[in-house]
């Protein structure tokens, strides 16, 4: 079962960061945060992922609390093709356990 | 490096028939991954083939199964085609247990 919480929907205007919120309050000490993204009718795309370190990638950045309780991915510019269902999950590298996609963010930018 | 690869990408097949669908993982990738998606129930996990044995399996009534071959491709099957098994099927690639998955464009079901 997917062990988090995402707001259902989310607007953001062109241009400004993209801020996406994300509760993991059972997270244990092995599991990852992993975030993906699906654009309609498309195979998801990996964005970026992190254990406790706040991590940055060409695409986004992820700022994951010291409790490591919560995460929030930032798109720093979201641009129209950032529309997508943006899913946060959280997964033991180490043990191999299956990615449990939950509900996600729809997120829609707009012009 | 190419991506995973599925075929075919779109398939109607009838109630009660079978389907096959096959997936390529990326390069090097030693496991693959299943998926279903539907509008109601979102992306469930089917199974997950490793060097050519099912490693991980979703909670799938047995009419869903599949395989991996040597060069690690994969392939799917689903009997006893019913109404309810119109969905998207993803498969997914990953190296090993560890790291991403890479998701393949998908093959689109339909069951009329």
């Known amino acids: 079962d997917a062990k988090t919480t995402q707001p259902p929907s989310m607007d953001c205007a062109e241009g400004r960061a993209a801020n996406l919120p994300c509760n993991h309050s059972?997270?244990?000490?092995?599991?990852?945060v992993y975030w993906y993204r699906q654009i309609h009718s498309q195979g998801p795309q990996y964005i970026i992922h992190?254990?406790?370190n706040n991590e940055t990638n060409e695409m986004a950045s992820l700022i994951i609390t010291e409790d490591r309780k919560s995460s929030t991915l930032i798109l720093p510019h979201a641009t129209l093709r950032d529309t997508a269902v943006y899913y946060c999950?959280?997964?033991?590298?180490?043990?191999?356990?299956?990615?449990?996609f939950g509900t996600g963010t729809s997120l829609t930018v707009i012009p | 490096k190419a991506g995973v690869t599925q075929t075919p990408r779109y398939l109607i097949k009838t109630r009660g028939q079978q389907v096959t669908l096959s997936c390529s993982p990326i390069?090097?990738?030693?496991?693959v991954s299943w998926y279903q998606q539907t509008p109601g129930q979102g992306l469930q996990f089917l199974f997950e083939?490793?060097?050519?044995?099912?490693?991980n399996k979703g909670n799938f009534p047995g009419r869903f199964s599949g395989r991996q071959f040597s060069n690690s491709r994969s392939e799917m099957n689903v009997s006893t085609l019913e109404l309810g098994d119109s969905a998207l099927y993803l498969c997914?690639?990953?190296?090993?247990?560890?790291?991403?998955?890479?998701f393949g464009p998908g093959t689109r079901l339909t069951v009329l």
């Open positions: 083939y490793f060097s050519e044995t099912q490693r």
């Open positions: 992190g254990l406790k």
């Open positions: 059972t997270i244990s000490g092995n599991e990852y």
């Open positions: 999950i959280v997964r033991d590298a180490n043990t191999g356990n299956q990615f449990y």
């Open positions: 997914a690639s990953r190296w090993d247990r560890g790291g991403e998955q890479f």
């Open positions: 390069s090097g990738h030693r496991s």
